[in-house]
């Protein structure tokens, strides 16, 4: 199982929140692939999977807030 951590954006002081999943749980993905995309005031990132594999879980739902660090997903590896 590999768990992608939100790393830190070099954005303190600004609040960040899940803005789109771009892939669902049970769907398969491919190390790179965009997964899921974070908002920090008007800049929009987008967070790759660190692994290939099954998205296994979605540890944060649409506009929830979120900080460096946190959990974001589980990915069960190949």
């Known amino acids: ?3 992608l951590m939100l790393s830190d954006l070099d ?11 771009h892939a669902k749980v ?3 993905v491919v ?5 899921v995309e974070v908002t920090a005031g008007d800049v929009t990132v ?9 998205l296994a879980e979605q540890c944060v739902r649409i506009d929830d807030s979120v ?3 946190q ?3 589980r990915i069960q590896t190949d």
């Not at 987008?46 to 099954?54: E, F, H, N, Q, Y």
């Open 71 to 73: 959990l974001l997903a």
């Open 26 to 28: 049970g769907q398969r």
């Open 31 to 35: 190390e790179g692939d965009r997964l």
């Open 1 to 3: 199982m590999t768990e």
């Open 11 to 21: 954005l303190p002081g600004v609040p960040m929140m899940v803005s789109a999943w």
């Open 67 to 69: 900080t460096p660090g």
């Open 46 to 54: 987008d967070i790759s999977a660190p692994a290939g594999g099954i």
